[in-house]
């Protein structure tokens, strides 16, 4: 009897800005995947919570606001904020709400799909297939995001961005539980150098490769 093929999935970490989202929404079109940006989840709690005035370390409340998240109702654009996303950097280091949110998360995931975050290789999707840790400098990813910003006609500076991105970067790494890591099995994909159509021809062929073992 042949064996039974698992249902695919690509797993794509990376810190803010690193192109990793761009990436897991081309891979997730390409090989017709379901996509869930975890990020979303985790900026979803954190302005419930702000909506409903409750202190981003309550742990209880930020569970609560997990249990009633819908996936399919996410809405990308309002939590693409700025500020929405410092919140949910904070949130993110409660060890309760994580095991919350990535118990919410493997069940999306369980027939297969790209899912990008920051511990997606090395807790959620532990036996994915394919693991890509997608990077950039700082200094490359605060120009991409400063670019970003300049083209919505948002101000903010260059500098400002640099710092914040650095902000996240140490607080999405330090934190105890879940910190952001290259898994050991990861491929690693640095954008600093490289532009998005290079980096999905790449993660293509990764991905193409794992497909046919
Ligand atoms: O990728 P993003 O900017 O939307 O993520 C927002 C914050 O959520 C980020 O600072 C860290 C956290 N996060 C996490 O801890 N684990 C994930 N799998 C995804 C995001």
Do not use: W
């Amino acid at each position: 009897m042949a064996a039974q093929k698992l249902p695919l999935t690509v797993a794509i970490d990376g810190p803010a800005a690193s192109g990793k989202g761009t990436l897991a929404r081309r891979l997730a079109a390409e090989f017709d995947l379901p996509y869930l940006d975890t990020g979303l989840t985790y900026r979803a709690v954190a302005a419930k919570m702000q909506a409903e005035d409750q202190a981003l370390d309550d742990e209880g409340a930020a569970i609560k606001a997990a249990q009633s998240l819908d996936l399919a109702t996410l809405d990308r654009v309002f939590l693409s904020d700025h500020q929405i996303g410092a919140a949910a950097s904070k949130v993110a280091v409660m060890p309760k709400l994580r095991a919350e949110l990535v118990t919410l998360q493997r069940g999306f995931a369980v027939k297969g799909a790209v899912m990008d975050g920051r511990d997606i290789g090395t807790v959620v999707c532990p036996n994915a297939q394919v693991k890509l840790f997608v990077t950039a400098s700082a200094e490359a990813r605060a120009e991409r995001r400063f670019k970003e910003v300049e083209a919505r006609g948002d101000a903010s500076s260059y500098a400002d961005i640099l710092r914040d991105i650095r902000q996240r970067d140490a607080r999405d790494s330090s934190r105890s539980v879940s910190p952001l890591e290259k898994a050991a099995d990861a491929h690693l994909i640095d954008t600093t150098n490289m532009d998005i159509e290079t980096a999905f021809l790449s993660a293509k062929t990764l991905v193409l490769q794992a497909v046919e073992r």
